[in-house]
């Protein structure tokens, strides 16, 4: 019988991730093409992404190599986004006109 693993291990099915000098490869040639926020983008705001983000999550069967599941995110939108998706509510975001901006 094998040992439970530990909360931080990863699943002996994890997929393999992209890691090292290909990871910052992709990652430079992604941001040279796509340097804002398309979270942001969609609001009309403008602000530079700093964040490589997958569209569809690893955990839930999104792919590491296919390119159509990036985009670039801020890290506001980043952590909003990763909070969401484990389940937690996102704070309020508010427009350059002060209201509340209804997503």
């Not at 609001?43 to 700093?50: D, E």
């Not at 792919?63 to 952590?79: F, K």
Request: charged share 35%.
């Amino acid at each position: 019988m094998s040992k439970p693993r530990k909360p931080w291990q990863k699943r002996a099915d994890s997929p393999r991730r992209l890691a090292g000098r290909k990871l910052q490869e992709r990652r430079e040639r992604w941001f040279r093409h796509h340097p804002l926020c398309a979270a942001c983008d969609d609001l009309g705001i403008t602000r530079i992404g700093t964040q490589l983000d997958h569209i569809v999550p690893l955990s839930k069967g999104g792919s590491d190599t296919d390119e159509a599941n990036y985009q670039t995110l801020c890290v506001t939108c980043h952590d909003e986004k990763s909070l969401r998706e484990r389940g937690f509510r996102p704070r309020v975001r508010i427009g350059l006109d002060g209201w509340p901006i209804d997503e």
